[in-house]
């Protein structure tokens, strides 16, 4: 391996160390829930207006 091989590795391996960190700070965190999407709720019938649940 010569010295611009190995300049081009180190220069690779830096931009994506660089790459990565990039997209790790951006991620944002998903609220559970927010939009309804955790608890469903009876619309018609004796349980109306309650949580469904996946027991039955």
Do not use: C, H, P, W
């Not at 830096?14 to 309804?36: I, M, Q, W």
Request: no cysteine; aromatic share 8%.
């Amino acid at each position: 391996m010569n010295k611009f091989e190995f300049k081009n590795l180190v220069k690779n391996l830096k931009d994506s160390l660089k790459e990565k960190a990039f997209f790790k700070e951006l991620r944002k965190e998903v609220e559970t829930g927010a939009n309804g999407t955790q608890d469903y709720v009876v619309k018609k019938g004796i349980n109306k207006d309650t949580i469904a649940t996946t027991r039955q």
